[in-house]
């Protein structure tokens, strides 16, 4: 079993700044990707803020770019977002995804991983 857990998010006035944290436990081992983390305002449709692809290049959402930045500690399994200069359209729930292999032999492919999510309320 593999378990995301994201934290920092909160209340913060535009033009702030937050850093999230998503912190991955248990199998450690069968996580293929730390891919990184997504958003979903209310109404609204999950979309992608910033995610590490291949080759360790890093994939951000054209609306956050310049201001968010998306790092990783391998060594605690955890993967951040700092956010700065927060906009009122920010506000979302925030989850982490992983991706995580289903069996040991790798063979039968991975599935999606999401932590249970943080909010991110940014006032005007």
């Known amino acids: 079993q593999v378990q995301l857990v994201e934290s920092g998010g909160g209340l913060v006035q535009a033009g702030g700044s937050l850093r999230l944290s998503c912190a991955a436990s248990?199998?450690?081992?069968?996580?293929?990707?730390?891919v990184g983390w997504y958003r979903q305002a209310p109404g609204k449709e999950r979309e992608l803020v910033a995610t590490?692809?291949?080759?360790?290049?890093?994939v951000f959402a054209n609306s956050v770019k310049g201001r968010f930045t998306i790092s990783r500690d391998n060594a605690k399994n955890t993967v951040y977002l700092q956010m700065h200069s927060l906009k009122p359209e920010d506000t979302a729930v925030y989850y982490c995804?992983?991706?995580?292999?289903?069996?040991?032999?790798?063979?039968?492919?991975?599935?999606?991983?999401w932590g249970q999510g943080t909010l991110v309320t940014v006032s005007s």
């Open positions: 590490f692809a291949s080759g360790g290049s890093t």
């Open positions: 995804k992983a991706e995580v292999w289903r069996t040991l032999t790798r063979l039968a492919g991975y599935v999606d991983v």
């Open positions: 248990g199998s450690i081992s069968d996580i293929k990707n730390m």
